[in-house]
């Protein structure tokens, strides 16, 4: 992060500290409040929590106390260690996830040449933490959701790397503060006005994307994992307290971190098109000092949007069963972003 | 088709078979699963014990009784006209259907019948607790199949269903409002503009709930082909109501036996699915429901004038005598066997609930499929506890 005062090294990790911990939890904080409380309680024709502050928007802080004060349960029979250490694994990979997103010319918290694939290696991590829960969990319903979770992720892991290609591929780069520079200053056609987000070009990788991310968060047309009505609370059931409360923030902040990359991804992340400006795209230093302040506004905006299609199809539609999103996965997913990337690589060699 | 016992004696080689070959070939074991007695599923206390290879069920058998709280035995100790206050509670969500059979048989014992208008409100009433039933079905469907939206609706809109049945009967829930010989009110004043316009906005319900869950590709897809019964095996098992509807048999109580109540009076129709899978079970109800608000408009505008109480003693006796009234209900087939002696209260009533016969065919219907499709069976079959358990 280059600042224009110069700060010991000290206090430029306590920044990234904190700025880490705000970019996770705003954006959990926001679905949360936004989608989960209120856009949910206007589709289901009610108000929603009103009375904790102005429209309810104190709710989030009462839950947090009301789940802080409950006992900290672990079944007898559980695997003590992996059982506690588990909801910290899954919350972990959202804060890994988090640290190649860029979210200005200068505002990043790495400039990672591979940040693609870090990111779509360190998503997994997540996984491992689900697992983990239902197996040390020594209860049958989380059992089935841990393995189901285990299924579920690694099938979707597959179409949403193969939705990432087309974009690294169009990009040059898997330096994501590079695909967002590219996508302000690139021209659909010689028509520069836009610049060129990939959602235009990659609509169909876009879509890919969504839905995997979709399945990688387990929101509902894909929420085997969880499903309550089936598994009670599948790889959760055992949980309380805190460490039910991390599960909770891990899943939505999971959520807001997805929105944010796809967002990077697709949509142009923190930039606004260079042409309206006179940016000059391999001169980072022309870009204006306040993008970096206007930057993370963008993106939480784009973000808000992204998350909101999310949450709108998960309180809309009914669930999966395991084997149809298995077929879904390897039959539909995989078959169309593998066509995705070949007419990709051919019309980047055409034109 | 082979016979009951013979497909018991199958099932359970099936799941020895299906254990030796889990233990031997793949050296894995069977799991059971214990789901219930509290299980957010079941919507109350239903266990339902499952073998499980993987994901798929090898046997399964439900445990009822949880809440057997002993109504048979209860009425022995009550009089006749105090009975319709427990027989409210067997199926809860319907609670008017459930006194009717019951007060029939009691009428048809003392040979003494409703006058006109009684019968017709009676039917109104019959007919507005099905839709209040049946709409929380249709919400709850969604529930089951993990869609959280529909049951508000549902909820919405039985909301307006229970206010008119609470604007007749004083109760929402538990109306205790029929008698031997007629009913304890007439309608109140306003009812009848006021219904109609709730039965209007109870279509726009089950349009609704038709666009939103039953016209979803993935709600097709979770319940098109699961659970297929057989009209023989539907017959075999004792199922009644939409249950059988769904399996092609064109049998409903309503139409099919003389009661005096007005079904007779009004034109309506009795909808059957060939398919017998749980799409079809879902389906025949959101029909039904449609159907009931046609009815109760159509009784609503040929409602007789006159009394609405025959004319009975002050302490009611009813003659030595046995009889068998069933009606069918927003469950099913429910009916009362009620042995009089004389006294002021029953000697001995039977009932017979729908949801037990119903939940009987679990295990035969619950072998191979997946877990997900426990739920989504069950919740097509439609019990409410209360109904298995009396």
């Known amino acids: 992060m280059i600042l224009a005062v110069d700060l010991p090294y000290w206090a430029q990790s306590l920044l990234r500290v904190l700025g880490g911990t705000v970019a996770v939890l705003l954006p959990a904080g926001t679905i949360v409040y936004l989608f989960l409380f209120k856009m949910m309680s206007f589709m289901q024709s009610r108000l929603g929590p009103m009375e904790a502050g102005p429209y309810g928007s104190l709710q989030l802080f009462a839950e947090v106390g009301k789940w802080l004060q409950k006992e900290d349960i672990s079944p007898e029979h559980a695997d003590k260690r992996i059982f506690r250490a588990a909801p ?123 839905i995997a991310v979709q399945a990688e968060l387990t929101q509902t047309p894909f929420d085997m994992p969880i499903a309550e009505s089936e598994l009670v609370s599948g790889y959760m059931t055992e949980y309380s307290g805190f460490r039910f409360l991390i599960f909770f923030i891990a899943e939505f902040a999971t959520a807001g971190v997805f929105a944010l990359i796809a967002s990077v991804l697709f949509l142009g992340g923190w930039g606004v098109p260079f042409s309206w400006f006179g940016w000059d795209a391999a001169d980072t230093g022309s870009i204006d000092n306040w993008m970096n302040i206007v930057g993370p506004l963008i993106m939480i905006t784009k973000m808000v949007v992204l998350a909101g299609i999310i949450m709108w199809v998960r309180f809309s539609y009914p669930r999966f069963r395991e084997d149809q999103l298995q077929r879904f996965a390897w039959k539909v997913l995989i078959p169309v972003s593998l066509v995705n990337i070949m007419l990709t690589a051919i019309l980047k060699v055409a034109f | 088709m082979t016979d009951l016992a013979d497909r018991q004696k199958l099932s359970y080689i099936a799941a020895q078979a299906a254990d030796a070959r889990l233990n031997v070939e793949l050296e894995t074991e069977g799991m059971t699963l214990n789901i219930g ?40 100790v009550r009089t006749f006209p105090q009975v319709t206050a427990l027989v409210n509670r067997i199926d809860w969500l319907g609670s008017f259907a459930n006194e009717v059979p019951f007060i029939l048989a009691a009428e048809k014992l003392m040979d003494i019948e409703a006058p006109p208008r009684a019968q017709w409100i009676r039917t109104i009433l019959f007919e507005l607790s099905r839709i209040a039933n049946i709409s929380l079905f249709l919400g709850d469907l969604g529930v089951q199949l993990g869609a959280v939206t529909p049951v508000f609706m549902a909820f919405r809109d039985r909301e307006h269903v229970l206010n008119l049945i609470e604007s007749v009967t004083g109760g929402r829930f538990h109306p205790n409002f029929d008698r031997i010989g007629g009913l304890k009110d007439d309608l109140p004043a306003g009812f009848i503009a006021e219904t ?195």
């Not at chain 2, 073998?51 to 439900?62: C, H, K, M, S």
């Not at chain 2, 042995?339 to 209260?345: A, E, N, Q, W, Y």
């Open chain 1, 88 to 210: 910290l694994v899954v919350l972990v990979s959202t804060f890994l996830l988090v640290a190649v997103v860029p979210f200005g010319p200068d505002a990043y918290f790495t400039d990672f040449d591979a940040g693609v694939f870090y990111m779509l290696a360190v998503s997994s991590i997540s996984t491992l933490g689900i697992l983990m829960a239902g197996w040390s969990s020594a209860n049958k319903y989380s059992l089935l959701g841990g393995l189901r979770a285990a299924g579920q992720l690694i099938a979707y892991e597959l179409p949403m790397v193969l939705a990432v290609l087309g974009v690294v591929i169009q990009a040059g780069t898997m330096n994501l503060q590079t695909i967002v520079v590219k996508q302000n200053s690139d021209a659909i056609f010689g028509f520069d006005g836009l610049g060129n987000p990939y959602i235009l070009t990659q609509f169909v990788g876009f879509m890919i994307f969504m």
């Open chain 2, 37 to 76: 007695p509290q299980h957010p599923a079941t919507h109350g206390t239903l266990r339902i014990i499952v073998r499980l290879d993987g994901e798929q069920v090898i046997w399964a058998e439900p445990g009822a009784g949880y809440m057997h709280r002993g109504y048979e035995k209860l009425t022995e």
């Open chain 2, 196 to 390: 109609k316009q709730v039965m209007k906005k109870l279509r726009n319900f089950c349009d609704e709930i038709e666009n939103l869950l039953f016209g979803n590709e993935i709600f097709q897809s979770r319940l098109r082909g699961i659970g297929v019964i057989p009209a023989e095996v539907a017959k075999q098992y004792g199922l009644s109501g939409a249950n059988l509807r769904a399996s092609g048999v064109d049998w409903d109580l309503r139409r099919d036996q003389q009661l005096p109540l007005a079904y007779d009076k009004v034109d309506w129709k009795v909808w059957t699915h060939p398919d017998g899978d749980s799409f079809a079970r879902c389906w025949i109800r959101l029909q039904e429901t449609r159907e009931a608000t046609l009815i109760v408009d159509q009784l609503l505008d040929g409602i007789p004038s006159g009394p609405i109480m025959a004319k009975v003693p002050r302490i009611i006796k009813v003659p030595e005598g046995e009889a068998w009234v069933s009606t069918e209900n927003p469950l099913g087939e429910m009916g009362y066997y009620v042995v009089s002696k004389g006294d002021l209260g029953p000697f001995r009533v039977k009932i017979r609930s729908a949801s037990f016969n119903n939940i009987s065919i679990v295990p035969w219907v619950l072998r191979g499929v997946y877990v997900p499709d426990i739920i989504s069976i069950l919740a097509s079959l439609y019990f409410i506890l209360g109904d298995i358990d009396r």
